[in-house]
């Protein structure tokens, strides 16, 4: 085995080369107990697929809908209604009324706009680079959620603020700082409805109108846009650069083809995806194959692992509602910044996550 290997998924997440560690996972049982980080593994098409379908494998631990340290707080407010940490009713019929908004997203015109918005925004630095792979998303998303330029770069702040209370590695200011955030958040997204200005047929005016399905968790479910948006939108566009880094002649193919871009962003999804884990809870025994899971138990669900059946969006009834629209911006940011970066010194590591794979770029001197 090579001396710098991955010790687990959760380092292979930030590793330079994690895929002869990945193939291997897929290559031994589809679910195996790992002594040394107490909970379970899940790899492989095979391993991903069962339980990522399992009507018994849920987003989160039985009776803890949210985390012990949010409780009680702005974030677990908005955390017990997303539909990403629901199970039942309560994320079903709020589902549909998302994927239903989400679909009546003109991509064309988004491409077109997204354009714009990033041929103005053309990084000169790695450290802009690395502003700009966060902030475009989210500001492409504030658009087609309806707000006006000048509350973008806010909102933005606010939603990378936020998702630290996401993440089991996040300090005590972050998690107070997204405290804020959240707050700020919601009051955003309360003021946009009242405005009463919400644009016919846009996806604000589909949620809206469906505002009862939705309960309580209209609001928390706008943020929910804006946060799931951030960290995975930032991945895929940070690993696309990474691969036209290491493979310049695919440079060279695109700006003589700009529609082989969707295909190569599909390319980058499958190979170096963003998303490399995430997390189930048995809520009874189950068996896979013979294999017996006690309830309770966590099961870390290894995407990355899964090669070529590509799960990098998830799968199942908690799959990505927003693929296109990912696909759509970050299609858009790629044409309008690919020249302009050819001319960058870049060099690379990872942001540190245990899910998420997101290059900091930097000029190659501190290598
Ligand atoms: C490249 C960008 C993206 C990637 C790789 C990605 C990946 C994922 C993955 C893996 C899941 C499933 C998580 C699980 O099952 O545990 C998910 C769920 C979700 N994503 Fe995305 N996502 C991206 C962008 C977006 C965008 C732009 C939006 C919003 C427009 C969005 C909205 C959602 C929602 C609402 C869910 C929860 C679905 C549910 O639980 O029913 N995603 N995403």
Redesign the pocket.
């Known amino acids: 085995m090579p001396l710098d290997y991955p010790a687990d998924p959760f380092s292979a997440v930030t590793h330079a080369a994690p895929y002869d560690y990945y193939r291997r996972l897929a290559d031994g049982p589809p679910l195996r107990f790992d002594a040394r980080l107490d909970c379970w593994l899940a790899t492989g098409a095979t391993g991903v697929r069962a339980v990522?379908e399992h009507p018994a494998c849920r987003?989160r631990p039985p009776g803890l809908g949210v985390p012990h340290n949010l409780a009680g707080t702005p974030c677990g407010a908005i955390f017990a209604e997303l539909?990403?940490m629901n199970e039942g009713e309560r994320?079903a019929v709020p589902?549909q009324v998302?994927v239903r908004a989400?679909g009546q997203v003109d991509l064309a015109r988004l491409q077109e706009r997204v354009l714009q918005i990033a041929c103005d925004r053309v990084p000169g630095s790695a450290a802009q680079l690395n502003e700009a792979i966060f902030e475009l998303?989210l500001f492409a998303?504030a658009e087609v959620l309806g707000f006006a330029p000048a509350q973008w770069p806010a909102l933005a702040a606010w939603t990378r603020a936020f998702v630290a209370c996401l993440s089991p590695l996040s300090n005590a200011g972050q998690l107070a700082d997204a405290q804020v955030a959240a707050e700020a958040l919601l009051q955003s997204f309360s003021r946009l409805l009242r405005q009463g200005e919400v644009k016919p047929g846009s996806v604000l005016a589909a949620i809206v109108a469906e505002a009862d399905a939705m309960g309580d968790g209209v609001l928390a479910n706008l943020v929910?846009?804006l946060s799931?948006?951030c960290d995975?939108?930032a991945?895929?566009l940070g690993n696309a650069i990474v691969a036209l880094r290491a493979q310049p002649q695919l440079s060279t193919r695109l700006s003589a083809a700009p529609g082989l871009w969707p295909a190569m962003l599909r390319e980058v999804?499958r190979h170096d995806?963003?998303?490399h884990n995430?997390?189930r809870y048995t809520a009874d025994a189950v068996t896979f194959d013979g294999v017996r899971v006690p309830a309770g138990q966590m099961i870390v669900v290894v995407?990355a692992s899964a090669g070529d059946a590509e799960f990098?969006?998830?799968h199942g009834?908690?799959?990505?509602?927003?693929?296109s629209?990912?696909?759509t911006?970050?299609t858009a940011c790629l044409q309008a910044w690919a020249a302009a970066l050819e001319d960058l010194p870049l060099a690379w590591n990872y942001l540190p996550s245990l899910n998420a794979r997101i290059p900091v770029f930097h000029t190659g001197e501190m290598a």
């Open positions: 990522l987003v539909v990403r994320h589902k998302l989400l998303p998303m929910g846009l799931q948006t995975a939108t991945g895929l999804s995806p963003a998303i995430t997390r995407l990098g969006f998830g009834r908690h799959a990505c509602s927003g693929r629209i990912a696909q911006i970050a």
